[in-house]
């Protein structure tokens, strides 16, 4: 299995550019996340995920949205970019079985974003 | 979630016991105790968890107080490769699995 994988490793973008952090995992798991970390931070909740189309926001959603449309993928997309968007972003997916949720979560490489 | 308290930074000597505390006074009956570790900017790596027994695996032992106010994650031999940034988080059973990351304790190794 490749585990958790995202595209691109790195970006560059200008102020009010739009893109798609891709995230795809081939564990069969139903629940997948996005969080962002800023540099000496740990890392916050974006959005999630527990099922295809089933979403629902986290810790700091503004500025970003999502979809699932497949249990592999979850991408995460940044309509009209800003500086405060520089950080690494990370994708995350696990298993989730109902109300004992308790499994690990497996995290991918991480896409590391400059905003101008 | 509860909330976690931890030390900004330890030091260990490479081959000895690496015991990192944390606090987490307000933790509630349902609510696990999750330890990650993230080296140098890579994704976050899941260590262990437990609920109120003592865990042990390949990579770690947890022990929890009687109490559940506190834990400590223990590497019983440190290496150079274990220095990364450790994450104590403590998390409810059911719903999402949202993980609540502070800004954990920085573990450096010393030869």
């Known amino acids: 299995n490749a585990g958790v994988t995202q595209t691109p490793k790195f970006q560059v973008l200008k102020t009010g550019q739009s893109m798609t952090l891709q995230c795809a995992q081939d564990?069969?798991?139903?629940?997948m996340s996005w969080y962002r970390q800023d540099p000496g931070m740990g890392l916050r909740l974006i959005h999630y995920s527990v099922g295809a189309g089933i979403t629902d926001q986290g810790e700091v959603p503004n500025g970003y949205n999502v979809s699932r449309s497949t249990t592999e993928d979850f991408p995460l997309r940044l309509l009209s970019a800003a500086p405060s968007q520089t950080s690494v972003y990370f994708c995350?997916?696990?298993?989730?079985?109902?109300?004992?949720?308790?499994?690990?979560?497996?995290f991918g490489p991480g896409t590391r974003l400059l905003v101008l | 979630d509860a909330k976690t308290t931890q030390p900004p930074s330890m030091d260990c000597a490479e081959g000895r016991a690496a015991n990192l505390p944390c606090n987490h006074s307000?933790?509630?009956?349902?609510?696990?105790v999750y330890w990650y570790r993230q080296i140098h900017s890579q994704g976050p790596q899941y260590i262990i968890h437990g609920l109120k027994n003592n865990e042990t695996n390949e990579m770690a032992s947890l022990i929890i107080t009687e109490d559940r106010k506190s834990s400590t994650l223990i590497l019983p031999h440190a290496t150079l490769r274990d220095t990364a940034v450790y994450y104590c988080?403590?998390?409810?059973?059911?719903?999402?699995?949202?993980?609540?990351f502070g800004t954990g304790t920085r573990l450096t190794v010393i030869p």
């Open positions: 988080i403590v998390r409810v059973v059911g719903g999402a699995n949202n993980l609540f």
């Open positions: 995350a997916s696990s298993y989730s079985r109902g109300r004992e949720a308790q499994e690990t979560q497996y």
């Open positions: 564990m069969n798991h139903e629940y």
């Open positions: 307000t933790i509630s009956g349902n609510e696990y």
